[in-house]
């Protein structure tokens, strides 16, 4: 079915629902227990921020635990009031290590959404724990106003008498009163969801920023690998192809006074002619390998690793096969970084793992050589910085851990995956033609080359 011109027509969804009324309970219970923990965690640790930053061994908990309910309360407001939510793109530090996961945490105490949600996740505690006391009370009055009027019937107080069907009537009336309490409160919680975390100008500012970032990390790609094969073409390429031209008219010039030389000159010409089909061959596989297309991920890192000079212990754990893009970003990244490690690093061995994880790639590459490795912008130097781009292009980040001490280089790249399914190794897009076997047989003019 052709996606453009499928239905998208809103789907209708019921303002309430059966899971929003046990919020209120759950919400409530958190509000009673964790929230009054919560409070007490942010209001001490800032308190003790001047005692020596001891306060720091209380709000980097919190911190953390913040970010963990911002999640829940996201996924909670889209799968049980069916909100759509715009979830803004986190910034990402550079940095590694400790040091980069603080710098991330950092990130996160400094924008607006982190604290929106945090204002979200109190209020939508306080809110269902109101009216979970009030539905509580009012479930109390109707269980002690029906038991009053079924076992003793006619209740008297002092000089007022109640008869049985007044306690009947409250007990009914406590009884409706509760219910709707119970979905007001749920009403409300949907209400604070779709305000306070919906989405908002902010978020959609800072989605136009991350793209933003990715779109010039697709152009900084894109300019380093357009400046390689122009430098191929032009200091590989380019000159023996005038070299086979000088020779092929020399060979004409002397096919008539001197046919023994004109023949070793066709020959010498007939060799530079493969010479320059297998430098070509390079420089395609180099901008996209035939093997990534034809059979996928795991055959082309296959490949790399047995051409390695250096011995590798390859790991690979999909589970789908991904979209062309993110194969050829990840493919390019080992590709690179094996090579660094052959030319560079001094290593005895090496190890790749590709594995999924929370809806990302995680690409992993290491060696036990001399470490030190550093990404350069200087124009000379760039092959780690061509895989930043690209990597970034993604919507990802690469960790390089090198220190200059012996102890061997972690490369990591985090790609996010394709919100849409990836195809299996024997499934087929309906947008893409299907593509021939690939095979070892060779084409008319490599054989007439030969």
């Known amino acids: 079915m052709d ?85 803004p793109a986190r910034r990402r530090s550079t940095r590694t290590g400790l040091g980069g996961w603080l710098h991330d945490l950092w990130l996160d ?15 939508a505690m306080l809110s269902a724990s109101f009216f979970l006391l009030c539905l509580l009370t009012l479930l109390w009055v109707w269980w002690v106003a029906a038991e009053l009027a079924l076992v003793h019937g006619t209740l008297t107080l002092g000089t007022i008498t109640v008869p049985a069907w007044a306690l009947v009537l409250i007990s009914l009336t406590a009884l409706v009163l509760g219910a709707l309490a119970a979905v007001v409160g749920a009403l409300a919680d949907r209400g604070l969801a779709r305000v306070m975390i919906s989405g908002s100008e902010e978020d959609l500012r800072e989605q136009v920023v991350e793209l933003t970032h990715r779109r010039q990390g697709a152009v900084d790609a894109a300019a380093q690998e357009r400046a390689r094969i122009e430098r191929d073409l032009h200091d590989g390429v380019q000159p023996r192809l005038v070299a086979m031209a000088m020779t092929l008219g020399m060979a004409r010039s002397a096919i008539a006074t001197d046919p023994q ?13 493969k010479g320059i089909m297998a430098d070509l061959r390079q420089l395609a596989r180099g901008i996209h390998p035939a093997v990534l297309e034809d059979r996928g991920l795991d055959a082309a890192l296959s490949a790399l690793a047995a051409r390695s000079s250096v011995p590798v212990d390859l790991t690979i754990e999909l589970q789908t ?18 090579t660094n490690i052959t030319k560079h690093a001094d290593a005895t061995r090496a190890a790749v793992s590709l594995t999924e994880q929370a809806g990302t790639l995680l690409v992993r590459i290491e060696d036990d050589g001399r470490g030190g490795a550093r990404v350069h912008r200087d124009g000379v130097s760039t092959g780690l910085a061509g895989l930043t781009d690209r990597v970034r292009a993604t919507g990802g980040r690469l960790e390089l851990t090198a220190p200059p001490t012996g102890t061997g280089t972690v490369l990591r790249a985090v790609i996010p995956l394709d919100a849409r399914p990836g195809l299996g ?26």
């Open 425 to 450: 190794t024997g499934e087929q897009s309906d947008h893409e033609p299907a593509r021939a076997p690939s095979t070892d047989a060779p084409t008319p003019t490599q054989e007439a080359l030969r």
């Open 109 to 123: 105490l400094s924008s607006g959404p982190f604290w929106r949600g945090v204002l979200h996740h109190h209020l």
């Open 3 to 87: 996606l453009t011109t499928a239905d998208t027509a809103p789907v209708h969804r019921p303002r309430l629902r059966l899971p929003s009324l046990a919020v209120v309970v759950v919400e409530g219970l958190l509000g009673l227990t964790w929230g009054w923990i919560s409070i007490s965690l942010f209001l001490t640790g800032v308190g003790s921020l001047f005692a020596a930053g001891s306060g720091l061994l209380l709000l980097i908990p919190w911190a953390v635990l913040m970010q963990l309910a911002n999640r829940y309360e996201q996924h909670r407001a889209a799968g049980v009031h069916g909100i759509d939510v715009i979830v």
């Open 261 to 273: 030389r004109a023949t070793d000159l066709v020959s010498h010409a007939h060799a530079e002619a």
């Open 321 to 338: 096969r991904l979209d062309r893009e993110r194969e050829a970003v990840a493919y390019f990244v080992v590709a690179e970084a094996l």
